[in-house]
Structure formats: structure tokens, C-alpha cells
């Protein structure tokens, strides 16, 4: 048996070797040390010897402190004087350094001599991801189409190439005994049990409301659409500043949109459509109250645009699984932007909670094109006073 072990990597990979090396132990002490542990401790007890005659386990969680002038410099001496310990450990002690972040070949060098390092991924392809879920949920006869499978892989890592391991084997525990006992899996059931992610369903959110601004009268299910926001937002910390937030983004999005389809039914090119938008800033504001100002946000000297090529690219086109122009009439983004800019207006010179719900049933029914007129949506927003004559 090594003396010395390196855990390094995700949780599920790492438990795994743990839990071997402890199985073979039988009967063990054992030691646990973390951050609030001073080396010199932690060297006398590793090198100490069971009194009764025990084997004994030493599971470093975190590297332990030594009088440095800085955390680096202290990091740097723990490491030199573990290699010094590592052949002075007696037979019968295990240390295991688990996943405290190392990874100077030169220390796994000096490991090997007496044990062995293992470094697992932290994370995964998406097309690995998929295969995991799939295998999970086969071994305990559950099965679901590919879309759901993407759902829960996508929920943890929506526009890259790969996913964390330990994030995606919690979701699939957490996701399991969402759906236990259930025959059939739903859309609605990942809706659920993923909604503490924000960018998974806003995205959806805004993937939803295409399709359903696309569809025909008969396939519209606002009902669906509206309870994926509402469920969202509930669960949110503050409601009122999520709610603003996400009409805002929903401003940003719907604007871009509607720049791109003007650009495109005036038969510009989506260079010169791009160029043009570009020259937007992002701004940040400065002061309060009557003294805020507005100028434009920098980064090393340079404007930061409000959208980036990338960004204008990804509406013309099914990129990323985002909007189609295809989705939405020139005419449509010009009431569904006057809407959403309406209502931050609204909710932002002061709403309650249930106001706010009735403003997003409105921004839903508007972009799924259940409301056509501008005026119903003044009569709604702006409470106006209607004066009799006599």
C-alpha cells in the first residue's frame, strides 16, 4: 500500500478511490486536517506510530499553515517540507492529499517515490455528459427522448462545449428523485428542478417565446411559457429586482432583434447591419438621484459596444439554439420594444408583486401576438383618467 496519495479532480472519481483505500484498511484511526492546522502539527502526528498498532489515515483537506510573509510564500515552504517528510512516514500511515489544488510536477515527482497521484477531469464534453445521463437513468429503467437529456445537460452550461462533473451528478441525484415514481418525463419536470439556474431559463424563456410567436393560434401554450418565468421568479431572493432585471435583458435582446430585422428589410448587409450596431456603447452611470449621469462604460481605454458581433450574428440565424428574424415581423418587435420599455417604466416608478405579474402577462401575450393594439397596452400601463363632460 502507498504511503502517500494525490486526489486531484472531480468529487465522484475521487470519493471513488477514497472509499477503495479505505475498504482495504479494515480497522483505522482517523485524521482529517484543514486550513486551521499548523504543519508542525500535522508532521508529528503523520509520522507518529499507532500505539495499537492501527492503521492510520491522514486525509489533508487543505494545505496547512506555516509562518510565511505571504500565503504563497507559505504555500511554497509547506510543499518543500512535505518532501522532506514523505520518507520518514512509517509503514502503516496513509497521507492523502485531497484535492487541495496541487500541481508542480516536481512534488508528484517526489510523491511517486513512495505512492501515487491521481488527476481526474473537472469536467466533461457535452457529448460525455449525455452519455452519463443516459446511463444513469438506464440502469434504473428510466427513459427519456434525447430533448430532455440536452435539457439537463444544456441547464449547466448553456452556449459551451463542456460541463462540471460534480455539478452534473448532483443535478442528476436532485433530478432522479424529482421524477421518482413518475412513468412519463416532461419538459416541465427539468423546468423544475433546474430553475435556481438563470441563464438555463431565461434562454428557454426567450427559446419559448420564439416558437410560440412562430407557431400557429392552435399550438400557443402561454399557460406553459408563463409559468416557467413566474415559477423563476418566486423562487428568487427579491423578486421586484429579478423581475426588472429580467425585462431589461428582455430590452436588450427584443432591441437587438428589432435593429437586425429594420437593417435586413432595408436590404443592408449583415456587415454594414453589424458595423452599425457596433457603434453602440454599453454606458454605466455615475451619482444619484438628479446628479446620475450616464457615459459611456471603457475597458483599457476603449468603449465597450453594447453588443458584440457574436451577439449580432446569433439573431440572424438559429446559432446557439437563439432567435430566428424569421420568428417575428418588423412590426411586432416595434410594439413587443415599446411594451417591454413601457413596463421598466412602470415597474420602476413603483409596483407591487402582483402588478408585476399582470406587466408580464402582458409582455408574453404581446410577443406571442395575443395583443395587436398599442392603445390596449396604454389603457393597461398607464391607468389613465378618463374626464366625463357634462
Known amino acids: 500500500m502507498e504511503k502517500v496519495i494525490i486526489l486531484e479532480g472531480n468529487m465522484v472519481e475521487r470519493k471513488g478511490i477514497l472509499d477503495k483505500i479505505k475498504n482495504s484498511l479494515a480497522d483505522y484511526e482517523l485524521f482529517i486536517f484543514d486550513k486551521q492546522d499548523n504543519y508542525d502539527y500535522v508532521s508529528q502526528m503523520v509520522t507518529e506510530i499507532s500505539c495499537f498498532e492501527e492503521r492510520r489515515l491522514f486525509i489533508i483537506k487543505h494545505l496547512p499553515k506555516m509562518d510565511a510573509p505571504t500565503e504563497a510564500q507559505s504555500r511554497t515552504k509547506v510543499l518543500n517540507h512535505f518532501k522532506k517528510l514523505f ?17 508542480a510536477e516536481s512534488f508528484f515527482k517526489e510523491v511517486r517515490k513512495c505512492g501515487r497521484v491521481y488527476k481526474f477531469n473537472q469536467k466533461i464534453s457535452k457529448s460525455d455528459a449525455y452519455r452519463v445521463v443516459n446511463e444513469y437513468f438506464q440502469k434504473r429503467k428510466i427513459r427519456f427522448d434525447r430533448e430532455i437529456t440536452s435539457l439537463i445537460v444544456d441547464s449547466l452550461n448553456l452556449d459551451g462545449t463542456d460541463v462540471d462533473v460534480d455539478k452534473l451528478y448532483l443535478l442528476i441525484k436532485k433530478f432522479y428523485h424529482y421524477i421518482y415514481g413518475k412513468t412519463k418525463v416532461t419538459k416541465q419536470d427539468v423546468y423544475a428542478v433546474c430553475s435556481s439556474s438563470r441563464d438555463f431559463i431565461i434562454w428557454t424563456f426567450y427559446n419559448m417565446l420564439d ?3 412562430a407557431a400557429l393560434e392552435d399550438n400557443k401554450q402561454m399557460e406553459l411559457v408563463m409559468g416557467l418565468i413566474t415559477e423563476y421568479l418566486e423562487n428568487a431572493k427579491y423578486f421586484q429586482h429579478e423581475a426588472t432585471m429580467t425585462i431589461q435583458s428582455m430590452v436588450w435582446r427584443y432591441g437587438l432583434l428589432l435593429m437586425v430585422k429594420n437593417g435586413v428589410n432595408n436590404k443592408m448587409s449583415l456587415e454594414e447591419i453589424s458595423r452599425k ?4 456603447n454599453k454606458l454605466e452611470s455615475s451619482g444619484r438621484a438628479q446628479r446620475m449621469r450616464l457615459k459611456p462604460k471603457m475597458k483599457s481605454e476603449q ?32 410594439l413587443i420594444y415599446y411594451v417591454l420599455v413601457k413596463t421598466l417604466i412602470k415597474i420602476r416608478s413603483g409596483c407591487t408583486d402582483a402588478e408585476i405579474k399582470i406587466s408580464l402577462y402582458l409582455i408574453v401575450s404581446t410577443i406571442c401576438g395575443e395583443i395587436t393594439k398599442k392603445n390596449t397596452i396604454d389603457g393597461v400601463l398607464e391607468h389613465k383618467k378618463v374626464k366625463y363632460g357634462i
Open 211 to 213: 416558437e410560440n410567436s
Open 277 to 280: 450596431i457596433s457603434n453602440i
Open 87 to 103: 520518507p520518514v512516514i512509517p509503514l502503516g500511515n496513509i497521507v492523502v492529499f485531497d484535492n487541495v489544488g496541487l500541481s
Open 303 to 334: 468603449r465597450i459596444p453594447q453588443y458584440s458581433s457574436k451577439m449580432i450574428g446569433s439573431v440572424s440565424n438559429r446559432n446557439y439554439g437563439r432567435a430566428s428574424l424569421s420568428c417575428y415581423t418588423l412590426n411586432q418587435l416595434l
